[in-house]
């Protein structure tokens, strides 16, 4: 047995022990994955020279998955640059790919609304990972956002943050589902799997470090965020922000403020000298562009739902976080 397979079963083994021995001592407000469970998987029969078929359902989660699983999968995502997963409408090429797939990668904590009419279209018993498993999920606070109202397309989101990807720390979690997954498919390239995952966690905790140098340029008081819709939970508490508002209630998209909601929020905007309203690719930023005009903030876009196009600024995970955390510092100090 190598090093590296010896690693990899080992550092499950202890996995596995400390979630047995913290689960009884975890709030019963901080659920691990929204009620979903990981699949079953078992071993996926392949010749010499074939690779794992695998699905991941937005670009970022697809990075992630390739970034662990190199040249043993071949790797389809479903959503295209720019598109939104609140509220995209799977094809019937999606459902093809899907019904192919031996495995389907999702985000999970509730982002991919699409994901079951998907698999029910396309009749598929394709065992789903939610990447997000393991993560103690947020739940909705009245300051973030607007007091919290129950609003078309909220409810159907569900009342945990589904943005986990914004705290690197929380991608170190999905690469080792990915990893685990992975292997349990393709036990030949386990050694692959855990190398791969190994150096990719190294570039996150990099990452994670490069951040917290950046965010130290914001004094404490400046590091307030409005954005178009409450995704910036995971980040703010792992960096020292306060998301103290969102022009779209909840966690969604999907969700329509009304007028006394979007009147509120431009108060807050003026009373604590709020510096810039951020709004994500791929949503309409009509209502953010008029929150901004009205209390004089600047309006500053960011890579959030998507990656950029090959070869963009944010055309992988690494590149989004660093992209977007510029972007931030600079509007905020």
Known sequence: MSNLRLHFIVRLICLAVLLAAT????????????????????????????????????SIVGDVVRAVGGDRVALTVLLPPGSDPHAY?????????????????????????????????????????????????????????????EHE??????????????????????????????SALDPAGAD???????????????????????????????????????MFGYFADRYGFEQVGAVLPGFSTLAQPSAQELAALEESIRALGVRAVFVGTGVNPNLAERVAEDTGTQLVVL???????????ADSYLALMRTDVTAIVEALR
């Not at 890579?303 to 600024?313: D, F, R």
Request: hydrophobic share 40%; with cysteine.
């Open 23 to 58: 689960a009884g001592c975890r709030p019963a407000d901080e659920p691990m994955s929204m009620g979903e469970t990981m699949p079953t998987l078992t071993p996926v029969a392949l010749s010499a020279d074939e690779r794992l078929n695998v699905v991941a359902t937005t």
């Open 192 to 230: 692959l799997y855990a190398a791969n995952g190994a150096a990719y966690r190294a570039r996150l905790q990099e990452l994670d470090a490069w951040i917290r140098n950046q965010v130290a340029q914001v004094p404490p008081e400046q590091r307030l965020l409005v954005t178009d819709h409450a």
């Open 303 to 313: 890579y959030t739902h998507s990656l950029s196009e090959p070869g963009g600024p």
């Open 153 to 182: 397309g909220e409810h159907e989101h569900g009342e945990y943050d589904p943005h986990t990807w914004f705290d690197p720390n929380n991608v170190i979690v999905w690469t080792e589902n990915v990893e685990s997954a992975l």
């Open 89 to 149: 409408e799977p094809t019937p090429q999606d459902a093809a790919a899907v019904a192919d797939a031996d495995v389907v990668f999702i985000n999970g904590a509730g982002l991919e609304l699409f994901l079951e009419r998907l698999l029910r279209s396309a009749g598929s018993q394709t065992p789903v990972v939610p990447l997000s498993y393991g993560i103690p999920l947020r739940q909705v606070a009245e300051e973030e956002g607007h007091e919290h109202e």
